[in-house]
């Protein structure tokens, strides 16, 4: 939905830069809670209240940019619930996006439930800072990469099947 409405208010057409917004507002944000949190609760007063603080600050802010938005497209008709659906001639495209999607967030999920305790226990630490710093990592890769892919043209149905290739064997090499 996020994707949907950056491209709506792109004034000027650019899917690419609302490609890129979406990116960096997902996964960099994704990164930027666990760095953020990270280091306020190694560091600063309250470590036990202050990263909450922040984040419902940030919440806060976040909600307050919403309701500033003005809608660019006034609706016409009687809104109605739609039952979700794919044209049938996109629909092997989308099964294959949606596939892509799941396993990329699956393994963004590893690394923001599993691989700071994982790391904990490797490095022997408990700098939170340090664990924050490394969940931010995979993150903060991410978006460097999806940034930098964003000027390839790639067909899609190259580049796909290599991405989870590699992303298998990514996950492979993580856990052996």
């Given at each position: 939905a996020?994707?949907?409405a950056l491209v709506e208010l792109e004034t000027e057409g650019h899917h690419g830069r609302a490609a890129a917004a979406t990116?960096?507002?997902n996964n960099g944000g994704s990164g930027a809670g666990p760095l953020v949190a990270g280091m306020l609760a190694q560091w600063a007063p309250e470590r036990l209240v202050l990263p909450y603080l922040v984040g419902i600050g940030c919440i806060g802010l976040a909600l307050l940019g919403i309701l500033s938005i003005q809608e660019p497209i006034q609706p016409s008709g009687q809104w109605r619930i739609q039952r979700p659906s794919v044209p049938a001639a996109v629909?092997?495209?989308?099964a294959r996006?949606?596939?892509?999607?799941?396993c990329v967030w699956a393994v963004g999920a590893l690394f923001l439930s599993v691989v700071p305790s994982y790391a904990a226990q490797l490095?022997?630490?408990?700098d939170l800072a340090l664990l924050g710093a490394i969940t931010a990592l995979m993150l903060a890769t991410s978006c460097v990469a999806q940034l930098g892919l964003l000027r390839?043209?790639?067909r899609p149905s190259a580049a796909q099947p290599?991405?989870?290739?590699?992303?298998?064997?990514?996950?492979?090499l993580l856990v052996v």
């Open positions: 996020a994707a949907a990116v960096l507002g629909r092997g495209r989308f996006a949606s596939l892509s999607g799941a490095l022997h630490t408990t390839i043209d790639a290599a991405g989870l290739a590699m992303m298998a064997m990514g996950v492979v």
